[in-house]
């Protein structure tokens, strides 16, 4: 079975500031993706970054970066130059490639921005 | 592009009453999903589609819910009776098939069920 643990249920950062937010999965899969959701109050879940796992490179969309681990099954994410409009929930999540796709999500950490 | 179309966006009902959401995904989306979001909690997988043919129920509380996806474009996911632990938000999401793009997915607003 495939488990996704995020261990941090709060965090805040100021805004300008970096926060890193952390995530750990267990799978004996050896082709998945990993992925970094965001719900803000609006309960939209809107797609923030994804990683291969057979590339090494880690993935990098502007702000947000993910520093992978594959050894240690660790996908954290990173966001530098936090913004207000950060502030959300954040999911880890993980994905199977197999037939049908099946997605699996940790318990998410809510991410506050202040001011 | 139009996205993952969902409704009501609120329902309140009262316990044993029955409730249905719709959802319609995203154009040529061959993968429909429906999770349950419990307050605080990570989306729970209750059921997923390819096409017109279920991938996997195996966490659907198939005594009060169901679930179709007629033609193989939008979905209706029933529960009846509802109990109190329904609560919750209920998101659909489509995604392509494997290798199209298919390693996302693309989610609707969802509708947030009350039970009292």
């Known amino acids: 079975a495939q488990t996704v643990t995020q261990s941090q249920p709060e965090m805040s950062v100021q805004e300008a500031e970096t926060v890193t937010l952390s995530c750990t999965y267990d799978t004996s899969e050896n082709n998945y993706y990993l992925f970094w959701y965001k719900q803000p109050p609006s309960r939209q879940m809107i797609l923030v970054i994804r990683?291969?796992?057979?590339?090494?490179q880690n993935a990098t969309e502007n702000r947000f970066s993910v520093n992978f681990q594959k050894a240690a099954k660790s996908f954290s994410l990173k966001i530098s130059d936090s913004q207000l409009g950060d502030t959300a929930m954040y999911f880890c999540a993980f994905m199977r490639r197999r037939t049908g796709n099946q997605f699996y999500f940790g318990t998410g950490t809510s991410l506050t921005v202040i001011p | 592009e139009a996205g993952v179309a969902q409704s009501p966006r609120y329902k309140i009902i009262e316990k044993r009453q029955s409730v249905a959401f719709w959802c319609n995904p995203i154009s040529g989306h061959a993968t429909l999903y429906w999770y349950q979001q419990i307050l605080g909690q990570g989306p729970k997988l209750l059921i997923q589609f390819q096409n017109n043919g279920v991938v996997d129920d195996s966490q659907l509380p198939k005594d009060r819910f169901s679930a179709e996806r007629l033609k193989g474009v939008d979905s209706t996911l029933k529960i009846q009776p509802a109990k109190l632990e329904d609560s919750a938000v209920y998101l659909c999401?489509?995604?392509?098939?494997?290798?199209?793009?298919?390693?996302?997915?693309?989610f609707g607003s969802g509708t947030q069920l009350s039970v009292l």
């Open positions: 990683q291969e796992a057979y590339k090494q």
């Open positions: 999401a489509s995604s392509p098939i494997l290798g199209t793009g298919g390693e996302k997915l693309f």
